[in-house]
């Protein structure tokens, strides 16, 4: 299980904890190991517009015109901007840490 985000992101870190004790999670920090387009594609189309956090201060800090760009080309230069944690569990994708990724991951109410 891969675990997509930030390494001092308080929700990737509660998502590491959680599934690390019941599987081989595996945080990927996107900043250290930037991840491949056709992976941020591949999130794109799971998630559409979702993806893009359009709240972080990443976000607040670009420009119109990076604002405008496309998705996978917006995440690719700025990563910190994609909304995370994005889990891979097998042929599975998640995104966030909510009630529901919870409850499909760990089984919880």
């Known amino acids: 299980m891969r675990i997509i985000g930030l390494k001092n992101c308080d929700t990737c870190r509660a998502?590491?904890?959680a599934l690390g004790?019941?599987?081989?999670a595996l945080?990927?920090?996107?900043?250290?190991?930037p991840i491949g387009r056709?992976?941020?594609?591949?999130y794109h189309a799971a998630f559409g517009p979702a993806l893009v956090n359009t709240?972080?201060?990443t976000w607040r800090?670009?420009?119109?015109?990076?604002?405008?760009m496309?998705?996978?080309?917006?995440i690719a230069a700025h990563p910190a901007v994609m909304k995370r944690p994005v889990i891979e569990a097998g042929d599975q994708l998640?995104?966030?840490?909510?009630?529901?990724?919870?409850?499909a991951l760990l089984g919880e109410a």
Do not use: Q
């Open 55 to 57: 709240r972080s201060a």
């Open 38 to 42: 056709d992976d941020i594609a591949r």
């Open 21 to 24: 004790a019941v599987s081989d």
């Open 70 to 74: 496309d998705p996978v080309d917006l």
């Open 15 to 17: 998502a590491l904890k």
């Open 61 to 68: 800090g670009l420009n119109e015109a990076a604002r405008g």
């Open 27 to 33: 945080l990927v920090d996107v900043r250290a190991e």
């Open 94 to 103: 998640y995104l966030g840490w909510g009630p529901e990724v919870r409850a």
